[in-house]
């Protein structure tokens, strides 16, 4: 019985430690833990209004290049901090 709840405990430990950490700075620091890049694309979407990608691409053509914003784009989706709406325009999701 002892043995069981200490396997139980070794397979919750590695869990919860990587997790808490990464959502923790990420709720109390949303945009100081954002690479550069994502910041400055985060910086020109907003929540209530949709934005194409081309127009990203275009405001952001000196500063980054387009596989920069795509890859971005791609992180910032996956972290839910942004949304991909039809016709690859994007808004934040917070």
Request: include cysteine; charge should be negative.
């Amino acid at each position: 019985m002892g043995r069981s709840a200490a396997e139980v405990k070794l397979a919750l430990t590695p869990q919860p430690s990587p997790e808490s950490s990464g959502s923790s700075s990420a709720s109390l620091f949303p945009d100081e833990a954002l690479p550069p890049h994502e910041k400055k694309i985060l910086c020109l979407l907003k929540a209530d209004e949709q934005t194409h990608i081309d127009e990203l691409v275009e405001k952001l053509e000196n500063e980054l290049t387009p596989s920069e914003i795509f890859a971005a784009l791609f992180e910032l989706e996956l972290s839910g901090k942004v949304r991909q709406m039809a016709g690859k325009n994007f808004v934040k999701s917070f």
